[in-house]
T-cell receptor, first 110, second 111 residues
Framework: DAKTTQPNSMESNEEEPVHLPCNHS???????IHWYRQLPSQGPEYVIH???SNVNNRMASLAIAEDRKSSTLILHRATLRDAAVYYC???????????FGQGTELSVKP | GAGVSQSPSNKVTEKGKDVELRCDPI?????LYWYRQRLGQGLEFLIYFQGNSAPDKSGLPSDRFSAERTGESVSTLTIQRTQQEDSAVYLCASSPRGQQFFGPGTRLTVL
C-alpha cells in the first residue's frame, strides 16, 4: 500500500482557515485520496475523498496537486470542534481496508 | 438512523482469559472491518469481511485472534489467551461501498 506523509501536529486559531498537507509521492493511478478525522475518544469519521479533481463538501475541501503526489485538506473556518487527528489515506478504487498512518493532530485555539 | 454499535464499551480481563467483542453494523452494509488502536497510536487493520467472499485476515497479529460474521449482520472478534499487549481500543466499521462508518469502539484492558 502506498504511504502518506503528514506533519505530526498543527495549530490554528478559531474561525481561521486551516490547510492540512499530505504527501503521497508513490500514489498509483487507481488510488483515491481519503481523509478521515478522529475526535478525542471517538471512532474515526469520514471527511472527504477525491481522485484527481478538487472536491468540496459541507465539511471541507480537498485540493489535489496536478501530479497527484500531494494533497491538502482545507477547513475553511476552524472551530473548536474541529480539534482532532486528521488522517490522509490512499485507498484503491476497489475499496477494502484503510491503512492509517500517524495523522496530523490539529489543535484549535479560541 | 442507527450507526455502528459495539459492545461492551469497556472490558477488563485477566491475562490468559478469552474475550469476545461484538459489532453490529449499519443495516445493509455489505462490508465490515475490524481495527485496533493502541494508546497514542494510529489504527491497525485486523480483518475485513465483504459479502460472501473469504475474509481478508491479513492484519490479524496472531492465531489467538479470530473473527466471524453472520451473513451481512453482526460480527464477533475473539481474542484467546489474552496478553497485556492486546490492551487497546478495538474499532469496527461498516461500509456499503466507499466511506467507512466507525463504531465507538471497545476499550479492552488486560491486567
Amino acid at each position: 500500500d502506498a504511504k502518506t506523509t503528514q506533519p505530526n501536529s498543527m495549530e490554528s486559531n478559531e474561525e481561521e482557515p486551516v490547510h492540512l498537507p499530505c504527501n503521497h509521492s508513490t500514489i498509483s493511478g487507481t488510488d483515491y485520496i481519503h481523509w478521515y478525522r478522529q475526535l478525542p475518544s471517538q471512532g474515526p469519521e469520514y471527511v472527504i475523498h477525491g481522485l484527481t479533481s478538487n472536491v468540496n463538501n459541507r465539511m471541507a475541501s480537498l485540493a489535489i496537486a496536478e501530479d497527484r503526489k500531494s494533497s491538502t485538506l482545507i477547513l475553511h473556518r476552524a472551530t473548536l470542534r474541529d480539534a482532532a487527528v486528521y488522517y490522509c489515506i490512499l485507498r484503491d478504487r476497489q475499496g477494502g481496508k484503510l491503512i492509517f498512518g500517524q495523522g496530523t493532530e490539529l489543535s484549535v485555539k479560541p | 438512523g442507527a450507526g455502528v454499535s459495539q459492545s461492551p464499551s469497556n472490558k477488563v480481563t485477566e491475562k490468559g482469559k478469552d474475550v469476545e467483542l461484538r459489532c453490529d453494523p449499519i443495516s445493509g452494509h455489505t462490508a465490515l472491518y475490524w481495527y485496533r488502536q493502541r494508546l497514542g497510536q494510529g489504527l491497525e487493520f485486523l480483518i475485513y469481511f465483504q459479502g460472501n467472499s473469504a475474509p481478508d485476515k491479513s492484519g490479524l497479529p496472531s492465531d489467538r485472534f479470530s473473527a466471524e460474521r453472520t451473513g451481512e449482520s453482526v460480527s464477533t472478534l475473539t481474542i484467546q489467551r489474552t496478553q497485556q499487549e492486546d490492551s487497546a481500543v478495538y474499532l469496527c466499521a461498516s461500509s456499503p461501498r466507499g466511506q467507512q462508518f466507525f463504531g465507538p469502539g471497545t476499550r479492552l484492558t488486560v491486567l
